[in-house]
């Protein structure tokens, strides 16, 4: 249990609620047969959004409540928003380091705020993440479109987890509560950042199991002796004709009894076997 929260300044809380409310009226701008009132509150709650969520969870009073500023500047960065998109695409590198930045603090508040409310470690990260990421999955599930946040792209809920994993380290190892925020936000940062400039992802999950896998090679095996022979060989054994007779008549009670050939007729039945295997291989 911690005795204090990592605070940031409420110009430095303002300053991140705006970035994300100017990112997501920007987003929902994209969008056709939306009006202005529709951006607006969809670049409000991407501003505000990852704070609701972790004060709903952690039972507490939203902030985003308790001082009119912050909905006043969520209100008013998704009109700018909404209002200058090209010259703020213009801005957008500036703007992307705000929003790393932004997620880093959320992330570090988050967790703190848990910790002091004695939350397991666990669950404090947790807490953060969401805190870091919840305004954007709050924008596209208003928006009714796949959360980016489950979709193969640049690391963003990875990045603030390594920021409060780091975080929750330094609290355990005695590092006073201000600087290890500050650490947390600047790695959080940093991996957001790098993996936009690299292009970095998780890799794509793979839903395939052995059995399906196999399948598939198999089918490949064919498919590609099939290009080199011209001919498909499947994995089908074909009864002898006695045993066809014999499930034709309906079998026998005993052992099948072979009559006794003559020294020739071997010789003439085997290249007769021969002829017919060769005429079932064609087929």
């Known amino acids: 249990m911690?005795?204090?929260?990592?605070?940031?300044?409420?110009?430095?809380?303002?300053v991140a609620v705006g970035v994300g409310s100017l990112q997501g009226a920007l987003f929902a701008a994209g969008f056709k047969r939306i009006d202005l009132l529709g951006v607006a509150i969809i670049g409000i709650a991407s501003g505000i959004g990852g704070g609701f969520l972790r004060d709903i969870l952690l039972g507490s009073t939203p902030i985003a409540f308790s001082n009119n500023l912050f909905l006043v500047v969520a209100t008013g960065a998704a009109f700018l928003g909404m209002l200058l998109p090209r010259f703020l695409r213009k801005l957008d590198p500036a703007i992307t380091v705000l929003d790393a930045l932004s997620i880093g603090m959320f992330g570090a508040i988050g967790t703190t705020k848990a910790l002091e409310m004695d939350l397991?470690?666990?669950?404090?990260?947790?807490?953060?993440?969401?805190?870091?990421?919840?305004?954007?999955?709050?924008?596209?599930?208003m928006l009714s479109i796949p959360i980016a946040l489950m979709h193969v792209g640049s690391l963003y809920?990875?990045?603030s987890l390594a920021g409060v994993a780091v975080l929750t380290a330094l609290l355990a190892l005695g590092v006073p509560v201000v600087t290890a925020g500050i650490?947390?936000?600047?790695?959080?940062?940093?991996?957001?950042?790098?993996?936009?400039r690299f292009g970095w992802s998780l890799p794509e999950q793979r839903a395939l199991s052995r059995i399906q896998l196999r399948r598939q090679r198999q089918v490949e095996q064919v498919i590609d002796e099939a290009l080199h022979t011209g001919t498909i060989t499947l994995p089908i054994v074909l009864p002898d004709s006695e045993d066809r007779d014999d499930a034709a008549g309906g079998g026998s009670a005993g052992p099948?009894?072979?009559?006794?050939?003559?020294?020739?007729?071997?010789?003439?039945?085997?290249?007769n076997d021969q002829h017919g295997g060769q005429r079932r291989g064609a087929h």
Do not use: H, K, Y
């Open 256 to 271: 099948t009894r072979r009559t006794a050939q003559e020294p020739g007729e071997n010789d003439e039945n085997d290249e």
């Open 2 to 14: 911690l005795d204090e929260t990592f605070r940031t300044p409420l110009a430095a809380d303002l």
């Open 183 to 196: 650490v947390c936000v600047v790695v959080t940062a940093a991996v957001r950042l790098l993996a936009v």
């Open 157 to 159: 809920a990875v990045a």
């Open 120 to 141: 397991p470690v666990v669950p404090a990260l947790f807490i953060g993440t969401v805190s870091a990421v919840g305004g954007g999955v709050l924008r596209d599930v």
